[in-house]
């Protein structure tokens, strides 16, 4: 057992994490918790705690009141942009530059990954899209402008249809790049991070045990247990913000 650091991580982990060549990681909302950002599911903070989903993040309804999807997202946004990526963040950054191939799957929308430094060698895949960005609701033209001015909601100056953020709503697919990409990184991984994820919505839920079919190796990073839980090699509990430094630390020093 490494016993250098507060946390006591399994020797045959670390020497996993050392020899690998392949790793991915899927990071949910709890790896941005520590940053300030609610998650999707803890009742007493969350974001849903304000909104039920199906009453912003659905196609419907920005068709029935786009107004409203567009203050819950420019509330988010302005969230966001007060936050900064926090030591799990930096943490999976200078990882990326330590493991032959760290391939970052990510469900946040929130650019944190990106902030910390991480994507600088492997472009990070973003299953749900990314809060920065906006595209039009009728054709998916890319647009970079976000602003919404009062009651004015931004149009597409190409086909003048309504401006959406550019991230994956309820009923939406995912985008299919990044989800071949996922797809690819969970088969090819020796060693698959679940990291600060309920590990309930699909198709990301998924991912992990895609690795394991593959003969690859599952941790978990999470204060609380998860369906995961049960199906993971090693179960970190904790907080990614801690747990994360704490592991490079172990691993590389
Ligand atoms: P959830 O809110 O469902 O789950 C957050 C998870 O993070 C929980 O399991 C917490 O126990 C854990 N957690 C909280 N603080 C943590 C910390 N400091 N370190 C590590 N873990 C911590 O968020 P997601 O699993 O990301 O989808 O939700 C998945 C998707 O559901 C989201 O991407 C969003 C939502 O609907 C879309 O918007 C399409």
Redesign the pocket.
């Known amino acids: 057992m490494s016993t250098d650091n507060r946390f006591v991580f399994p020797d045959v982990l670390i020497e996993r994490i050392r020899t690998a060549v392949k790793i991915a990681v899927m990071t949910?909302?709890?790896?941005s918790?520590?940053s300030g950002i609610p998650?999707?599911?803890?009742a007493q903070t969350?974001l849903w705690s304000r909104y039920r989903?199906e009453d912003l993040?659905t196609p419907q309804a920005f068709a029935r009141n786009p107004g409203l999807v567009w203050q819950w997202y420019t509330w988010r946004r302005e969230l966001i942009c007060s936050a900064n990526p926090n030591p799990?963040h930096f943490a999976l950054a200078r990882m990326e530059k330590l493991i032959p191939k760290l391939m970052l799957i990510t469900?946040?929308?929130d650019g944190l990954h990106q902030q910390a430094g991480s994507g600088q060698i492997t472009p990070i895949i973003e299953?749900?899209g990314n809060i920065h960005r906006t595209k039009c609701f009728e054709h998916g033209h890319p647009e970079g402008q976000w602003e919404v001015r009062g009651q004015e909601l931004p149009t597409c100056p190409i086909c003048d249809s309504l401006l959406r953020p550019d991230?994956?709503?309820?009923g939406e697919s995912l985008p299919s790049d990044a989800l071949a990409a996922a797809w690819n990184a969970a088969r090819t991984a020796e060693i698959f991070f679940s990291?600060?994820?309920?590990?309930?919505?699909e198709p990301?839920a998924s991912l992990p045990h895609i690795t394991r079919q593959a003969g690859g190796r599952v941790v978990e990073?999470?204060?609380?247990e998860?369906p995961l839980t049960p199906y993971a090699d090693f179960i970190l509990r904790?907080?990614?913000?801690e747990i994360l430094p704490e592991l490079v630390k172990a691993a590389w020093n």
């Open positions: 949910g909302a709890g790896t918790a520590e998650t999707f599911r803890e969350g989903p993040a799990g469900q946040n929308v299953l749900h991230v994956v709503w309820f990291i600060g994820t309920s590990a309930l919505v990301a990073i999470n204060p609380n998860t904790g907080f990614a913000g």
